[in-house]
């Protein structure tokens, strides 16, 4: 079987040498060339025709973004993960590389002053994404048995069961930032339920990613944070490195944030959040999975289930990976599966919208609740 073939491109002598070393390895890679700058890498690319490729963000001379539009322009299906840093600025670049098309991105481990350790966190978190963009682009189409009838939902009253929805949890992973960003826009300011949402990614970054969909959305996007009692059109985030779950406390709906143990190998996790929709929701809440590696939300899909609740997933075709997702399909629990085109029509379809002075009265009903 032919190994994948990496390029690295990165300024520092030292992060190539160690990026090297620590994928070398694997059996089932090739670290195929190195490179120091832009025009050197697509070079490289046209050259070696390498299966995927890790970006520095920070470049002197030729931006990381300069270089991954270029590769935009010319290599359309290429994978690009982009490795970053963990600062406020690393965050930021990777949100803009991610919307210009790269496929993924790698925080750098911190200084730990031991080289073996960094190579170990480089194997671990680099090569599981390596192999699932690099399976995703080669792809065979997957059968999926007893494919699950996709359900028209009118008035926020589903044709296939009698509960109104009054809450979405949505999950994703690789490639979820670009379908937030295709899909939420789509949704009316006036959808009839909240949106609670799990994104894998670090602490510094799920506060630019919920900043920069509220620039986009009608919907009101934040970071979610413990004490929030949330309400029909809006879209709480967790945020990096915390569990985020939902409480019912009379007739209001509480956010609350723990940085309990990870689940499968993720903090916030997906299982998390969705065990406590299926928990506080049972036959009133949706669930959506979107493009993602891993499995992250099966288990919890199968909770909402459980409770007479409802789960749709992402397509394979338009996923990135259709890891998460298709889990959740290929398992059983998913009532529709639909391309991410066609997701947001499908949520407002199944939740409904209300009129402004509805909305205001379902607020003021939960206000007065609270009291």
């Given at each position: 079987m032919p190994r994948t073939r990496i390029?690295?491109?990165?300024?520092?002598?030292?992060?190539?040498?160690?990026?090297?070393?620590?994928?070398?390895?694997?059996?089932?890679?090739?670290?195929?060339?190195?490179?120091?700058?832009?025009?050197?890498?697509?070079?490289?690319?046209?050259?070696?025709?390498?299966?995927?490729?890790?970006?520095?963000?920070?470049?002197p001379g030729m931006s990381g973004l300069q270089i991954l539009k270029e590769i935009r322009k010319r290599w359309q299906r290429l994978p690009v993960i982009m490795f970053s840093t963990l600062t406020e600025r690393g965050a930021m670049t990777t949100l803009e590389a991610l919307s210009l098309g790269a496929s993924d991105y790698l925080t750098k481990p911190g200084n730990s002053g031991n080289v073996e350790e960094t190579k170990e966190k480089i194997r671990e978190q680099l090569l599981p994404k390596i192999k699932a963009l690099c399976a995703s682009a080669a792809r065979r189409n997957v059968s999926v048995n007893a494919m699950p009838r996709r359900c028209v939902e009118t008035g926020g009253a589903s044709k296939c069961g009698k509960q109104k929805i009054a809450v979405v949890a949505i999950g994703c992973s690789t490639g979820g930032p670009n379908a937030l960003n295709e899909m939420l826009?789509?949704?009316?300011?006036?959808?009839?339920?909240?949106?609670?949402?799990?994104?894998?990614m670090p602490a510094a970054f799920t506060r630019y990613l919920a900043e920069r969909l509220a620039k986009i959305?009608?919907?009101?996007?934040?970071?979610?944070?413990?004490g929030q009692v949330i309400q029909s059109g809006?879209?709480?985030?967790?945020?990096?490195?915390?569990?985020?779950?939902v409480r019912k406390n009379g007739l209001k709906t509480v956010l609350e944030t723990n940085q309990e143990a990870p689940e499968n190998s993720c903090r916030p996790a997906v299982d998390v959040l969705f065990r406590s929709v299926a928990e506080a929701f049972g036959a009133r809440a949706l669930a959506v999975v979107l493009t993602g590696m891993g499995t992250d939300g099966q288990r919890g899909a199968e909770n909402i289930v459980a409770r007479g609740g409802k789960v749709?997933?992402?397509?394979?075709?338009?996923?990135?990976?259709w890891g998460m997702p298709g889990q959740v399909a290929l398992a059983g629990y998913a009532d529709g599966i639909y391309p991410l085109s066609e997701i947001a029509a499908e949520i407002e379809g199944r939740v409904g919208t209300v009129k402004e002075p509805e909305r205001k009265s379902m607020q003021n009903q939960q206000e007065s609740g609270a009291a």
């Amino acid at each position: 079987m032919p190994r994948t073939r990496i390029l690295i491109v990165d300024d520092s002598a030292v992060i190539r040498r160690v990026l090297r070393e620590a994928l070398a390895a694997d059996a089932g890679v090739e670290v195929a060339g190195v490179a120091g700058d832009g025009e050197s890498a697509l070079q490289q690319i046209e050259r070696l025709k390498p299966d995927v490729v890790t970006l520095d963000v920070e470049l002197p001379g030729m931006s990381g973004l300069q270089i991954l539009k270029e590769i935009r322009k010319r290599w359309q299906r290429l994978p690009v993960i982009m490795f970053s840093t963990l600062t406020e600025r690393g965050a930021m670049t990777t949100l803009e590389a991610l919307s210009l098309g790269a496929s993924d991105y790698l925080t750098k481990p911190g200084n730990s002053g031991n080289v073996e350790e960094t190579k170990e966190k480089i194997r671990e978190q680099l090569l599981p994404k390596i192999k699932a963009l690099c399976a995703s682009a080669a792809r065979r189409n997957v059968s999926v048995n007893a494919m699950p009838r996709r359900c028209v939902e009118t008035g926020g009253a589903s044709k296939c069961g009698k509960q109104k929805i009054a809450v979405v949890a949505i999950g994703c992973s690789t490639g979820g930032p670009n379908a937030l960003n295709e899909m939420l826009p789509k949704i009316s300011e006036n959808l009839a339920a909240p949106v609670v949402l799990v994104q894998h990614m670090p602490a510094a970054f799920t506060r630019y990613l919920a900043e920069r969909l509220a620039k986009i959305c009608a919907l009101r996007v934040a970071e979610a944070k413990s004490g929030q009692v949330i309400q029909s059109g809006e879209v709480w985030i967790a945020p990096g490195d915390y569990h985020l779950v939902v409480r019912k406390n009379g007739l209001k709906t509480v956010l609350e944030t723990n940085q309990e143990a990870p689940e499968n190998s993720c903090r916030p996790a997906v299982d998390v959040l969705f065990r406590s929709v299926a928990e506080a929701f049972g036959a009133r809440a949706l669930a959506v999975v979107l493009t993602g590696m891993g499995t992250d939300g099966q288990r919890g899909a199968e909770n909402i289930v459980a409770r007479g609740g409802k789960v749709i997933v992402q397509d394979e075709a338009s996923s990135v990976v259709w890891g998460m997702p298709g889990q959740v399909a290929l398992a059983g629990y998913a009532d529709g599966i639909y391309p991410l085109s066609e997701i947001a029509a499908e949520i407002e379809g199944r939740v409904g919208t209300v009129k402004e002075p509805e909305r205001k009265s379902m607020q003021n009903q939960q206000e007065s609740g609270a009291a």
